[in-house]
């Protein structure tokens, strides 16, 4: 299990915890819906509209509406691994600063893929918005802020959760396989965040200490993920 900080605010260097208090509240994920099948013809049209011709990324996205219809009948296992393959090997790491000019930026999954490139978050968003059309419930994923102690810098991934007090496997775009959290010496984490709110690190699935809360940081995003067509509903 992910081992609980001893004192955020001082031993965990460039993670700027007011900043990622700020984004306790950013998501607010939709409990496990039935999704409608997402329209790759009016997506690419759409991404055409803004970009223009997308050379490579035609390829990538079409890639991306081929695993998710390859993968929809799989058990949940196999989505993990085929979501998590997927876009390590489909996306590049770059920092927000060099892919879109801003220190933080959050990419719909059809911008990442149309520039090829990611920041951990995006990896993360990608990740949660395959899976969740995959048909994996949002109180089975959190979006897991810690800090990477090898880089000794902020990190982002995504974990699951097979059950409340699972020890969670991390997705993770600094390695290629799934492992568990208690194998994930490398990682600290900070918060975690799903529907039901924000959980603090600790023994069977952490402690839940508030309520998440929606703002514009992740209601851009869902307004965005819309623009280009997809049915996200609430995430």
Known sequence: MFRSPRS???????????????????????LGTVRADWDFAQILLSAEKRYGSLGPARARIEAWSHMLNEERSADEREQLNAVNRFFNQQLNFQDDTRIWRQT??????V???????ADCEDYALAK???????????????????KAL?????HMVLTFYSSPTA??????NLIGDIRPASQRKDLLPVYAFNA?????PG????????????????????KKMQAEGFDVGDG
Request: aromatic letters at 10%; hydrophobic letters at 40%; zero cysteines.
């Open 8 to 30: 955020p605010g001082r031993s965990t260097p460039r993670l700027r915890l007011g900043g990622w208090l700020l984004l306790a509240g950013l998501l607010l994920f939709g």
């Open 104 to 109: 933080d930026y959050w990419a719909t999954p």
């Open 111 to 117: 911008e990442a893929l149309v520039r090829g490139a």
């Open 128 to 146: 949660y918005f395959s899976l969740r059309q995959l048909g994996i419930p949002s109180e089975k994923l959190r979006i897991t802020y810690v």
């Open 150 to 154: 090898a880089q000794n810098q902020a």
């Open 167 to 172: 020890d969670p496997l991390v997705l993770d």
């Open 196 to 200: 039901e709110g924000l959980y603090l």
């Open 203 to 222: 023994k069977n699935g952490g402690q839940r200490s508030s309520d998440s809360k929606k703002l514009s940081r992740w209601q851009d995003v869902l």
